[in-house]
């Protein structure tokens, strides 16, 4: 008898019409075995007890190979063991036996947003809310798989119908601050972490709190962004992206020595990050500590290249009067960074001060070829042709 069917009662029959009283009681002995697996696994995966649940999910599918609870639980063992692939096998397994099992399509979905495959992830949840359309967990899911891959559009408007359903529903209002981040609507994000902030006033996520400061940095408020980074630090007094923005915006602020002092911090716990061994060096070049930040942008490159560290290096070969050094680096830069205006007026001036103001104006000139425009490469520009 295929009980993976019958316990659930969807109508479908035994080819034999007529059982032995033995065979019945056979059945009912099998299906309450499996009934307590059943039991066992899922109170064992609760518990985060994965091998253990494991073990009482195979065991039921010895007895019954198309059970769906045993097919999904397996399913969210191998899961939560970030096992996405094996996951996905074992529930699309059932739902070749029981299609549009809500569970199984949930946790497929799961898999392959984790996996990074969103579109996939999209299908499948639209599936789901066909069946489930006022699932509010699923609508923020498929907003979140939206935001990924760029819909704004229909990100929003799911966002928009979870907050209609449930107005302050902190995923909508963190996946909403996110989408307009992601889109360089600074404004509009923040409106949204902030509302979520007065909501949960008493215990605020740090990640609110990083986010609504990466929008003040974002939005050149650096003074308003070192309060809310600076309330996260206080929560987690070694949080990357505290340290990271409570440091960017000292360096919005010119205030080099107070941002050094954060880049180092993460240097600490962090030692081998080019990024951080680049910002360092920078701090330290405008602190006119040259020898350190040379130390620093080449402890950068011995990582791997980073065109800032390079062009750190060059700007020390500029200050130090050393021209023709910054222009070998300066040009090569430009090869893979040919609309970066910076390099352009960098270049520009060391030939100034090599006396050479034709070719000055040749690669100004060049830059603005490209279509390009920017207010300061214009004025030197200007400049060099009335002197």
Not at 149 to 164: A, C, D, M, T
Not at 244 to 271: Q, T, V
Not at 272 to 291: E, F, P, Q, Y
Not at 307 to 326: H, S
């Amino acid at each position: 008898m295929d009980d993976a069917h019958t316990h659930e009662g969807d109508g479908m029959f035994n080819d034999q019409l007529f059982e032995t009283p033995q065979e019945e009681a056979l059945e009912n002995a099998t299906n309450t075995i499996i009934a307590e697996l059943s039991k066992k696994g899922y109170t064992y995966l609760k518990e985060d007890l994965l091998d253990e649940a494991e073990e009482n999910f195979v065991k039921i599918l010895e007895y019954e190979p198309e059970n769906n609870y045993a097919l999904v639980g397996l399913g969210d063992v191998k899961r939560k063991k970030s096992r996405y692939s094996d996951a996905i096998e074992y529930y699309q397994r059932c739902l070749q036996y029981h299609e549009g099992n809500n569970y199984a399509l949930f946790g497929l979905a799961d898999c392959f947003k984790a996996l990074g495959h969103f579109q996939k992830a999209i299908d499948i949840w639209e599936k789901y809310l066909v069946h489930d359309e006022h699932n509010i967990t699923v609508l923020t899911r498929v907003a979140d798989a939206y935001r990924k891959v760029k819909n704004f559009k229909k990100s929003r408007e799911l966002y928009q119908r979870v907050l209609e359903k449930e107005p302050g529903n902190a995923y909508a209002l963190i996946g909403l601050g996110h989408l307009h981040y992601d889109f360089k609507e600074f404004e509009t994000a923040l409106k949204y972490w902030e509302k979520m902030m007065l909501i949960n006033q008493e215990n605020v996520d740090i990640r609110v709190l990083t986010s609504i400061g990466n929008c003040h940095r974002k939005l050149k408020t650096f003074e308003k962004g070192l309060t809310y980074f600076e309330e996260a630090l206080k929560s987690e007094p070694n949080n990357f992206y505290a340290l990271f923005g409570i440091a960017d915006c000292y360096r919005g602020l010119n205030m080099h020595e107070e941002s050094l002092k954060y880049w180092l911090r993460i240097l600490e716990r962090d030692g081998n990050n080019k990024v951080i061994l680049t910002r360092a060096g920078d701090a330290l070049r405008n602190l006119h500590r040259l020898d350190d930040a040379e130390e620093y942008y080449k402890r950068a490159l011995n990582i791997e290249f980073d065109t800032y560290a390079v062009l750190g290096l060059a700007l020390i070969n500029k200050q130090k009067g050393n021209f023709l050094e910054a222009l070998e680096s300066l040009t090569g830069l430009l090869v893979n960074e040919s609309k970066n205006p910076r390099l352009y007026i960098e270049i520009a001036e060391c030939y100034l001060e090599l006396g050479n103001k034709d070719k000055a104006q040749d690669i100004l000139t060049r830059f603005l070829r490209t279509g390009q425009k920017n207010a300061r490469i214009t004025e030197l520009l200007d400049k060099t042709r009335n002197d």
